[in-house]
């Protein structure tokens, strides 16, 4: 079978002025989607005295679900729908915009190193305009030849997560041992990238360095994945059936038009719609302008 696509980072500022810088490997104009994963950032390890941490102001997002996984460190969140949680290594926050939501995310005190992942999810029509909602789930370790995996959502290993998604998906962290080979079964109607955080891992024949993104086609009953140094390797997991339907992009906002991304912001910007985020010191993240040219849905590259 063919070799992984290799998907490599930009970094990007996120959370206006007070902005820290992650890489994002997804999107990008190679590839849209894996599943219906649309969004992959990757930042750290920061040691917060340098770089100010994460101050991420009240900020709207409609059309999606946000994922949050921290390797270190720890994130405050607060959003719209009242919920108050921290986001700590190995332990999951998934929160649902659909309609709208409006968050913040900002690393505590107790903060020294921050080092994780935003992701997001993209909602099938029929149900982008769900009501908001949170999720937190702290999946126990499981134990493979070789490796250790959390899986946090769908099924790996022999191990499913209770937390509710809108499409079919896979999401787990693997620390592989130093020079491991690990071969585990996954659904061959899926999809699959994978996030290299620390070490240098074999899939498909092909060599994935730190921070880049690796991404398989449908057709896999099995992966198999070496860890090629002498130290224990960390990757994240992702994959899902492919997502048929087209969306359209921009900011924190999922659509199928550009009307209703327009329409989204300027519902954000007249304070109606997302609701109010309490308890976080300071003003709200306006929105950029819109483009001069109207925006384009984008699908899966086939």
Same mark, same amino acid.
């Given at each position: /079978?063919?070799?992984? &696509?290799?998907?490599?980072?930009?970094?990007?500022?996120?959370?206006?002025? !007070?902005? /820290?810088?992650? !890489?994002?490997?997804?999107?990008?104009?190679?590839?849209?989607?894996?599943?219906?994963?649309?969004?992959?950032?990757?930042?750290?390890?920061?040691?917060?005295?340098?770089?100010?941490? /994460?101050?991420?102001?009240?900020?709207?997002?409609?059309?999606?679900?946000?994922?949050?996984?921290?390797?270190?460190?720890?994130?405050?969140?607060?959003?719209?729908?009242?919920?108050?949680?921290?986001?700590?290594?190995?332990?999951?926050?998934? %929160?649902?915009?659909?309609?709208?939501?409006?968050?913040?995310?900002?690393?505590?005190?107790?903060?020294?190193?921050?080092?994780?992942?935003?992701?997001?999810?993209?909602?099938?029509?029929?149900?982008?305009?769900?009501?908001? &909602?949170?999720?937190?789930?702290?999946?126990?370790?499981?134990?493979?030849?070789?490796?250790?995996?959390?899986?946090?959502?769908?099924?790996?290993?022999?191990?499913?997560?209770?937390? !509710?998604? *809108?499409?079919?998906?896979?999401?787990?962290?693997?620390?592989?041992?130093?020079?491991?080979?690990?071969?585990?079964?996954?659904?061959?109607? *899926?999809?699959?990238?994978?996030?290299? &955080?620390?070490?240098?891992?074999? %899939?498909?024949?092909?060599?994935?360095?730190?921070?880049?993104?690796?991404?398989?086609?449908?057709?896999?009953?099995?992966?198999?994945?070496?860890?090629?140094?002498?130290?224990?390797?960390?990757?994240?997991?992702?994959?899902?059936?492919?997502?048929?339907?087209?969306?359209? /992009?921009?900011?924190? *906002?999922?659509?199928?038009?550009?009307?209703?991304?327009?329409?989204?912001?300027?519902?954000? %910007?007249?304070?109606?719609? *997302?609701?109010?985020?309490?308890?976080?010191?300071? &003003?709200?993240?306006?929105?950029?302008?819109?483009?001069?040219?109207?925006?384009?849905?984008?699908?899966?590259?086939?």
């Amino acid at each position: /079978m063919s070799e992984a &696509d290799i998907l490599s980072a930009r970094d990007v500022p996120l959370g206006g002025t !007070r902005s /820290m810088t992650v !890489r994002r490997t997804l999107p990008q104009r190679a590839r849209t989607l894996i599943g219906a994963w649309c969004f992959v950032d990757h930042y750290g390890p920061d040691d917060v005295t340098d770089t100010g941490g /994460m101050d991420v102001a009240p900020h709207p997002h409609t059309g999606l679900q946000t994922v949050s996984w921290l390797f270190s460190g720890e994130i405050e969140h607060r959003d719209s729908l009242g919920s108050h949680a921290f986001v700590r290594p190995g332990e999951l926050n998934l %929160m649902t915009g659909g309609h709208g939501i409006s968050h913040t995310e900002v690393s505590t005190a107790r903060t020294t190193v921050l080092h994780g992942v935003q992701l997001w999810v993209a909602l099938p029509d029929e149900h982008r305009h769900a009501a908001r &909602d949170f999720q937190h789930h702290a999946p126990a370790p499981v134990r493979l030849d070789g490796a250790r995996a959390r899986v946090f959502l769908g099924t790996l290993a022999g191990e499913t997560s209770p937390v !509710r998604t *809108f499409t079919p998906l896979l999401g787990a962290e693997l620390v592989l041992d130093p020079r491991a080979t690990v071969t585990f079964a996954v659904d061959a109607s *899926f999809e699959h990238g994978l996030l290299i &955080d620390q070490g240098r891992v074999s %899939m498909a024949d092909t060599l994935l360095d730190q921070a880049e993104l690796g991404y398989l086609g449908p057709g896999r009953a099995a992966l198999t994945l070496t860890n090629e140094t002498d130290s224990a390797a960390r990757v994240i997991l992702l994959g899902g059936p492919p997502f048929e339907e087209e969306i359209v /992009m921009w900011w924190n *906002f999922i659509g199928r038009t550009h009307e209703d991304i327009a329409q989204a912001r300027a519902d954000w %910007m007249s304070g109606t719609r *997302f609701g109010e985020v309490k308890g976080y010191d300071g &003003d709200p993240l306006p929105a950029p302008e819109l483009p001069s040219v109207p925006l384009k849905p984008r699908g899966r590259v086939r």
